[in-house]
């Protein structure tokens, strides 16, 4: 099982912007879409999906977090026609971040916002450089610029199985930020390639809600473990959600959170759904308890 996934929150298109991804990427498919009844955001389509094999989540919970490019996609592309193809289905009622073109770092690149709302780089890689096809990737801007190095170093420290790869750093004048100094970083996180950066210009946007990672934990003692880890911001400590010290936003959850939350009838998942809305952290014997009441 894949220990983190991304999770998308979008408005009201879910399921469109998971089903327009689908079309997109080779060995991805729809794997569930459920409604969460009754959500403080009212009825929620709960949309879980895999893109090149790998698995996201996103939900339909209303216009409370805006995609912006603090977390991004970096696309590991195998040719200069398969990083034009995406770029032009991206593109369309998109915005651009930075041009198609050459750059020191890429023969062929380009950043773009999709019509969703979320952020793709698409990349022209050598394949000795591919690690995977979708890489997560951290901007640190604003008040987090700066942050990028320690944040990398506490998420390594953190998750078992990981490790850092390449850390560059910008020289002298490079960034109009006087706060960025890592201008890449690449590390792995349980088995997930990451990469992140300083933001070198100065912007006035931070990471937020609209882009969190799931942890799949095995038993309730790695549930308070992450949750000890990870949580800085009491007051977003909610449903499994927390917020770490560089403004990430993780949803620490068991490793079989479907099951939990999707099987059985509908009483039942109504039950579970009500007791996990009380909770800031997940106690799994809570839920499963909610589940047999009657």
């Known amino acids: 099982m894949q220990k983190i996934v991304p999770h998308l929150w979008y408005d009201k298109e879910a399921k469109e912007a998971a089903l327009f991804y689908i079309g997109l990427f080779a060995d991805s498919k729809l794997l569930n879409v459920t409604v969460l009844e009754n959500t403080p955001s009212g009825d929620s389509e709960y949309v879980s999906f895999e893109l090149a094999g790998q698995r996201f989540d996103a939900i339909s919970a209303g216009p409370y977090f805006k995609f912006n490019p603090s977390i991004s996609l970096m696309v590991a592309c195998s040719s200069k026609e398969e990083v034009n193809a995406k770029w032009n289905a991206f593109i369309e009622g998109g915005t651009e971040l ?144 927390v917020k770490d010290q560089f403004g990430v936003s993780w949803q620490i959850v068991p490793d079989n959170m479907d099951d939990v939350m999707f099987k059985g009838s509908r009483d039942e998942i109504k039950r579970v759904t009500e007791a996990l809305f009380k909770m800031k952290k997940i106690d799994i014997a809570a839920l499963e308890n909610a589940r047999i009441e009657k």
């Open 98 to 241: 930075m041009p198609l073109g050459e750059y020191p770092f890429s023969k062929w690149y380009g950043w773009v916002q999709d019509r969703f709302g979320l952020s793709w780089q698409l990349m022209l890689m050598d394949k000795e450089q591919t690690v995977q096809k979708i890489t997560p990737n951290f901007l640190f801007s604003s008040d987090s610029c700066g942050k990028a190095e320690e944040a990398v170093k506490y998420y390594v420290g953190t998750f078992e199985d990981s490790g850092i790869g390449t850390i560059s750093r910008y020289g002298e004048g490079e960034a109009a930020s006087p706060k960025a100094k890592v201008n890449y970083a690449g590390f792995n996180l349980s088995g997930i390639h990451f990469s992140a950066m300083d933001n070198g210009s100065d912007a006035d946007f931070n990471i937020n809600e609209a882009f969190s990672l799931m942890i799949n934990c095995n038993d309730q003692k790695e549930i308070n473990y992450f949750w000890d880890r990870l949580s800085a911001v009491p007051e977003a400590e909610q449903c499994g959600w």
